[in-house]
């Protein structure tokens, strides 16, 4: 009844093509940023900051990051932590290099450098596909960790490899507080997924999509296939680097190697699984869901389970939960949460019309 | 015809083996500009194998390809697309998870001057550009009648529209040659009928030259101003549509087979 398209008309292609084409959608959007920048930071407390909303929105840019490689270039990739990481320490390193860099320039030189290592990496897939460019992916993600560990400038010298992060300054203004931490993060990663959505569904994000449904026809209606892959190769690795600088500066509050070991690899992989393959929302929804499962089951363990389950047991839970919903999903919704969103959201289109 | 203006397409002693398999032997004819051309001949014969000779996703061993004016001794896939050639498949080969819209749209992605940053930020040349492009995806998709079928996903439209949006790609390019292999195939008389019907008014229209491959010789009679037979690979007749289902050879290769 709310939710109609009604009368809603589009009269030029350009109002066609935009990402949000009904006004229900585009007031829906306002309302959030209105909660998200307005209201949140000051009911929110420091709990909510530091454990659910900045995970939250970090691992939803490195969804998107891998996204836009995997589920609209089609290109498999297990070397997302590697990226994040590149962008993590490049960050930190450049800060220390040039003293005064400012911080959000240090987060866009860090996405730099991850784009220039994510190309390097994304050469084989010019050769290979599938299985085998995820084992040269996987190639990555060790041999980055291998390199960051071992040498030990990459941490100025310190012996465990894990450095504190400098402070949050964005001109004068410090965003150190866990409410500052997280309007930073929101302010890096929003702009992104902005440009994200512009790009596939642009004349780069369609190209994306024919190489990954077909590429010996793209090459016939004369789409660029090399450059085509190793732009997606960039475009995503620059993402995954400024969430690994958001990861290490306003998350963690320390760069270390461990944190973007193969596991957080998996869990951005999942993300998009679970959120939608070739979907902009899904990262976010698939973000959600890893960020907020732990916290129900341990509060549910917490009241039903209490005594019945051995503390130590409940990781283990998690993660039983974790590897069926995956093979659920995998078989039941390929096309993740953001498919059955927009499923309801056609269902209310109509409602209260069953059909 | 008189052989003053020279041909648009012009392959000469093509020759294309598969690990010592003979896919076409020794094939040369010339394309008109502005004609439809069949290629017929059985099954296994050769015909896509040299459509693929001509858009540069096989290449001869032997042989040269002239397309508007250019000689080559093979052509690349990318190449022929920048000259103006596309081509639909035997096999559709369209981009399954994306919509007839978008299928059609990417057909001009040569056309595209927006660099991927303006893409990004939407400004410059980008917003102008898209609106270009969609322009002329429209024209196509009104030409063929899509408009239904604008935004869905093109793995859920039935075969014979799934073949026309193919077509619509093609279009797309606004192309100088168009290679169409069985375009239809498959198809119920009433979608031969309104298959026919477009391709014979992207010819005449627009006036692009067409290179089909179709084994309904009925289709193709009346269709072409211009045969080509093929055999084991090897060319048997080379001509107007009546003199080529004249030639005994032609009919003991091929339309005699039609007959039992
Ligand atoms: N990629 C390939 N690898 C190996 N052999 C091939 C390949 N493509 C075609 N051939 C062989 O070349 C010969 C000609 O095949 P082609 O597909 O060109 O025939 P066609 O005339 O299009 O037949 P049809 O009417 O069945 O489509 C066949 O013997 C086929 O097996
Ligand atoms: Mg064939």
Known sequence: MFYQESGQFSTRYRQDGRALRLWQQRAALWALLALAFGLLPFIGNDYWFSAILIPFLVLSLAGLGLNLLTGYAGQLSLGSAAFMAVGAFASYKLQFLLPGLPLLLSFVAGGVVAAAVGVVFGLPSLRIKGFYLLVSTLAAQFFVEWLLTKFAWFSNGNESGVITAPPLLVAGHDFGSPAGRYLLTLSVVLPLFVLAANLVRSSLGRNWMAVRDMDTAAAVIGIPILRTKLLAFAISSFILGVAGSLWAFTYLGTVEPHGFDLSRSFQVLFIIILGGMGSILGNFLGAAFIVLLPIVLSILSGSLLSGVLPAGQLENLQKIIFGVLIILFLIKEPDGLARLWQGWRARARLWPLRF | ?260
């Open chain 2, 1 to 260: 015809m008189s052989e003053t203006v020279a041909p648009l397409l012009s392959l000469s002693h093509i020759s294309l083996s598969f690990k010592g398999v003979k896919a076409v032997t020794d094939i040369g004819f010339d394309v008109a500009e502005g004609e439809i051309c069949a290629l017929i001949g059985p099954n296994g014969a050769g015909k896509s194998s040299l459509l693929n000779v001509i858009n540069g996703v096989y290449q001869p061993q032997q042989g040269e390809i002239r397309f508007a004016g250019r000689a080559r001794r093979a052509m690349q896939p990318h190449e022929a697309a920048v000259a103006g050639i596309a081509r639909t498949f035997q096999n559709i080969a369209l981009f399954k998870g994306m919509s007839v819209l978008d299928n059609i749209l990417t057909g001009r992605n040569l056309a595209s001057r927006s660099s991927w940053l303006e893409q990004a930020f939407r400004v410059g040349r980008a917003v102008a550009d898209e609106e270009a492009q969609r322009a002329v995806a429209e024209e196509v998709i009104a030409f063929l009648r899509l408009q239904a079928w604008r935004h869905t996903p093109v793995g859920q439209l039935p075969y014979g529209l799934q073949k026309r949006v193919e077509l619509g790609r093609a279009l797309a390019a606004r192309p100088r040659l168009l290679l169409l292999d069985e375009p239809m195939a498959g198809m119920n008389r009433e979608e031969k009928r309104e298959m026919s019907q477009f391709i014979r008014e992207v010819n005449q229209v627009f006036g692009t030259t067409i290179v089909l491959i179709e084994h309904d010789i009925g289709v193709v009679m009346e269709l072409s101003d211009h045969v080509v037979v093929l055999d084991y690979g090897r060319k048997i007749g080379d001509g107007e549509p009546a003199a080529v289902r004249a030639l005994p050879e032609v009919i003991a290769a091929y339309l005699g087979q039609q007959r039992h």
